[in-house]
């Protein structure tokens, strides 16, 4: 890809600063980005990756975004990181395919999180992180990575996080292990044809609402 297709820094803080002025989304749909880094900033509008290419990282750790995140369809070529961040509306992440692990530790998400059809090499971690409504993961693909000799093995954490609607994992594949001990869900929680090829952890896991393991496969529970 030509580089002068590529949003330089200066394009990237000239459209924040922008969208701030007139009071408008953070458009960066259907753009190609090197990196978004965002860490500790207060974000007042919505951000919009829809469709984008990000050639390397995104860091919104410890940043406030009071509204949401929408990046259906994004291609991000590093990791995703909002570990402690807060977010005031939903995260739209659906359909994204990702080169790195995806971080939500300790994050505060006032609405929804959907990661349908999501297709990452390396973790997705929630661990301690709270969601006020749902969190849907369906037909979801998360496989190990390789990385200069190393593998990062594929494991899905949510052990402590606390998710107010249901959990939806129906049709995922994770090639490493998921871990749900300590969560808690308000809702429903759905496994229905999920495949886990390590181990499935429970322990401790408190769900109010039904739990479905129809046709779940793993290669051991833990509970």
């Given at each position: 890809m030509a580089s002068q297709n590529i949003l330089t820094s200066a394009a990237i803080e000239d459209e924040i600063r922008t969208a701030a002025i007139e009071?408008?989304?953070?458009?960066?749909?259907?753009?190609?980005?090197?990196?978004?880094?965002?860490?500790?900033?207060?974000?007042?509008?919505?951000?919009?990756?829809?469709?984008?290419?990000?050639?390397?990282?995104?860091?919104?750790?410890?940043?406030v975004l009071k509204k949401g995140?929408?990046?259906?369809?994004?291609?991000?070529?590093?990791?995703?990181?909002?570990?402690?961040?807060q977010v005031g509306g939903d995260i739209d992440l659906?359909?994204?395919?990702i080169k790195g692990g995806i971080n939500f530790v300790e994050a505060m998400v006032a609405g929804s999180l959907n990661l349908e059809n999501l297709r990452s090499e390396g973790f997705l971690s929630l661990s301690?992180?709270?969601?006020?409504?749902?969190?849907?993961?369906?037909?979801?693909?998360v496989y190990d990575s390789y990385q200069a000799g190393l593998v990062i093995k594929g494991d899905v954490y949510l052990r402590e996080a606390v998710i107010g609607g249901n959990l939806d994992l129906t049709n995922s594949i994770i090639e490493g292990t998921l871990d749900i001990m300590h969560i808690f869900v308000g809702g429903d929680v759905t496994l229905e044809k999920t495949k886990i090829t390590n181990?499935?952890?429970?322990?401790?896991?408190?769900?109010?609402g039904k739990f479905n393991l129809n046709k779940t496969n793993y290669k051991e529970m833990i509970s």
């Open positions: 009071e408008r989304d953070i458009d960066f749909a259907g753009k190609t980005l090197p990196g978004l880094s965002l860490e500790k900033k207060v974000i007042e509008q919505t951000l919009n990756l829809e469709g984008a290419k990000i050639l390397s990282t995104i860091s919104l750790e410890e940043a995140i929408r990046a259906k369809g994004a291609q991000i070529s590093g990791s995703f990181y909002l570990g402690e961040s659906s359909d994204i395919e301690r992180a709270q969601f006020k409504k749902d969190v849907l993961l369906k037909n979801m693909k181990y499935f952890i429970c322990r401790k896991a408190v769900i109010k």
